[in-house]
C-alpha cells in the first residue's frame, strides 16, 4: 500500500498555471504507474493524465492535451501535474493514483485499475 499525498492546488484566473505535485515516503513508487483524475461537482470522476511507470510514456486526455504536463522525479518519489492556460472548465478536484505494474506497461486510463489513491486537492480556476 501507497500512501498519496496531492498538493499545489488553488484559486487562479484563467490563463494562469499551476503544477500539482503527488508525493509519497515509499520508494516502492518507483515501481507504479501513476494517474491523474478530476471531478468537478455534480460530475464523474474524469482520466486526465497518465504516466508509466518508468517516465517514458504518457497519454492525456483530449481536453488537456497541449496544455498538461505529467512527469515525475524517481529521486523524490513524486510525480506532477503541470497545467498551463488553465480554464473554468478545468475547475474540479485532482487526484492522483498510483498502482504497481511491470516495468513494459504502458500509462493505465482506466480508474478502476488504480489501487491507490489520494486525498484530493482542489483547483479552482475564475475567469
Known amino acids: 500500500q501507497v500512501h498519496l499525498v496531492e498538493s499545489g492546488g488553488g484559486l487562479v484566473q484563467a490563463g494562469a498555471s499551476l503544477r500539482l505535485t503527488c508525493a509519497t515516503t515509499?520508494?516502492?513508487?518507483?515501481?507504479?504507474?501513476v494517474g491523474w483524475f478530476r471531478q468537478a461537482p455534480g460530475q464523474e470522476r474524469e482520466f486526465v493524465a497518465a504516466?508509466?511507470?518508468?517516465?517514458?510514456?504518457?497519454v492525456y486526455h483530449d481536453s488537456v492535451r497541449g496544455r498538461f504536463t505529467v512527469s515525475r522525479d524517481k529521486a523524490k518519489n513524486t510525480v506532477y501535474l503541470q497545467m498551463n492556460s488553465l480554464n473554468p472548465e478545468d475547475t474540479a478536484v485532482y487526484y492522483c493514483?498510483?498502482?504497481?505494474?511491470?516495468?513494459?506497461?504502458?500509462?493505465?486510463?482506466?480508474?478502476?485499475?488504480?489501487?491507490?489513491w489520494g486525498q484530493g486537492t482542489q483547483v479552482t480556476v475564475s475567469s
Open positions: 493514483a498510483s498502482k504497481r505494474t511491470i516495468l513494459t506497461m504502458p500509462p493505465i486510463v482506466e480508474e478502476g485499475s488504480y489501487s491507490n
Open positions: 515509499r520508494s516502492a513508487f518507483s515501481e507504479h504507474a
Open positions: 504516466i508509466s511507470r518508468n517516465g517514458g510514456s504518457t
